[in-house]
């Protein structure tokens, strides 16, 4: 019911920059948090940043100085401005979103916690 979609992956030299998007869309009612995560070959999906409805960060320490995440309300997106990236940093990027859903209930619509994930957006740093 909701759909995310991101955009703005690719391939950059280690020190260069790139931002990432991912915006919302379908039977949103409100959405509380959203965030990025970010997943290695081998490795467990991690942490990168989240930002609350209440503009409230929280970083990875590995990101901290060189990644800055932000909102646009009006949009339901979610932006991931990286820079000095690091090879490190090379993996599979994933937007996350919670909040609050429309659905039918027995007495007409009310609503419903989602947590959705996007498909995922591949950012590879070379040395």
């Known amino acids: 019911q909701v759909q995310l979609v991101e955009s703005g992956g690719g391939l950059v030299q280690a020190g260069g920059s790139l931002r990432l998007s991912c915006a919302a869309s379908?039977?949103?009612?409100?959405?509380?948090?959203m965030g990025w995560y970010r997943q290695a070959p081998g490795k467990q999906r991690d942490l990168v940043a989240t930002?609350?409805?209440?503009?409230?960060?929280n970083y990875a320490e590995s990101v901290k100085g060189r990644f800055t995440i932000s909102r646009d309300n009006a949009k339901n997106t979610v932006y991931l401005q990286m820079n000095s990236l690091k090879p490190e940093d090379t993996a599979v990027y994933y937007c996350?979103?919670?909040?609050?859903?429309?659905?039918?209930?027995?007495?007409?619509?009310?609503?419903?916690?989602?947590?959705?994930w996007g498909p995922g957006t591949q950012v590879t740093v070379s040395s």
């Open positions: 379908g039977r949103i009612f409100s959405i509380s948090a």
């Open positions: 996350n979103t919670v909040g609050l859903t429309v659905v039918r209930g027995t007495y007409g619509a009310t609503t419903a916690k989602f947590d959705s």
């Open positions: 930002i609350t409805n209440g503009d409230n960060t």
